[in-house]
């Protein structure tokens, strides 16, 4: 099984840009499907961004089209770049990992994830 460790997290002014990596240990980090997770205070976690062992993405309604999901195999990462940032998006932002080739929007659905790294965007 695979363990998470997330870095890239911190305070931005609206319109800023943030890129969160995700560093996986193991061998078979390329036969998991990965997910990006945010939770901010008083709230529930929410779904923000998945790829799937073969690279196919999928987004939150609301990040689409500021925010991307890559991975890299060979290094065993996966980033999340964050672009035009808007003070709703400030949260605890999780790295999440299942074993599977295809991505769910659930939290349930996943089976490791990372300790969380915190965004702040200022007004």
């Known amino acids: 099984q695979v363990q998470l460790v997330e870095s890239g997290g911190g305070l931005v002014q609206a319109g800023g840009s943030l890129r969160l990596s995700c560093a996986a240990s193991?061998?078979?980090?390329?036969?998991?499907?990965m997910g990006w997770f945010r939770q901010a205070p008083g709230k529930e976690r929410e779904f923000v961004a998945a790829?799937?062992?073969?690279?196919?993405?999928h987004y939150k309604d609301s990040v689409k089209g500021r925010f991307t999901i890559s991975r890299d195999n060979a290094k065993n990462t996966v980033s999340l770049q964050m672009n035009n940032l808007k003070p709703e998006d400030t949260a605890v932002y999780y790295c999440?990992?299942?074993?599977?080739?295809?991505?769910?929007?659930?939290?349930?659905?996943?089976?490791?994830w990372g300790q969380g790294a915190q965004v702040t965007v200022s007004s």
């Open positions: 790829i799937s062992s073969g690279a196919s993405t």
């Open positions: 193991g061998r078979t980090f390329s036969r998991y499907a």
């Open positions: 999440a990992a299942r074993s599977g080739s295809i991505y769910y929007s659930t939290p349930s659905q996943y089976d490791v």
